[in-house]
Nanobody
Framework: QVQLVESGGGLVQPGGSLRLSCAAS????????MGWYRQAPGKQRELVAR???????NYVDSVKGRFTISRDNAKNTVFLQMNSLKPEDTAVYYC???????????????WGQGTQVTVSS
C-alpha cells in the first residue's frame, strides 16, 4: 500500500498565499509523477498541476503564473505554492502519486484524503 498525507490547507483572503505539502510512504519502488487535483462543490475534479520525476511540470491554465509545483524526490514529497489566490480557487485539493510498488513492481495511482482551501474575505 501507498499512503499520501496532505497538509497546508486553510482559510486565506483573496490575494493571499498558501503552501500545500503531500508526503508519500509505504511500499514504494519508484514514483513517476505527483500531482495536485481539486474539486469544488458541484464540479468535477480537475488537474491543477503535475510534476514528473524528471521535473517536467504542467498546469491548468487558470493557475499559470500563480501556482508553482515542486517535489523532493528523496522524500517522496510534493509541494504546491499558491500565490495570488482567488475565490474561484476554493476547493478540496487532492494529492496524487503514480509509481510502482516495491513488492511487485506493478503500477499504482494513489490519492490523499484531501485538504480544504477556502479563499474568502
Amino acid at each position: 500500500q501507498v499512503q499520501l498525507v496532505e497538509s497546508g490547507g486553510g482559510l486565506v483572503q483573496p490575494g493571499g498565499s498558501l503552501r500545500l505539502s503531500c508526503a508519500a510512504s509505504g511500499s514504494i519502488f519508484s514514483i513517476n509523477a505527483m500531482g495536485w487535483y481539486r474539486q469544488a462543490p458541484g464540479k468535477q475534479r480537475e488537474l491543477v498541476a503535475r510534476i514528473t520525476s524528471g521535473g517536467i511540470t504542467n498546469y491548468v491554465d487558470s493557475v499559470k503564473g500563480r501556482f508553482t509545483i515542486s517535489r523532493d524526490n528523496a522524500k517522496n514529497t510534493v509541494f504546491l505554492q499558491m500565490n495570488s489566490l482567488k475565490p474561484e480557487d476554493t476547493a478540496v485539493y487532492y494529492c496524487n502519486a503514480e509509481g510502482r510498488y516495491s513488492s511487485s513492481f506493478s503500477q499504482f495511482s494513489s490519492w490523499g484524503q484531501g485538504t480544504q482551501v477556502t479563499v474568502s474575505s
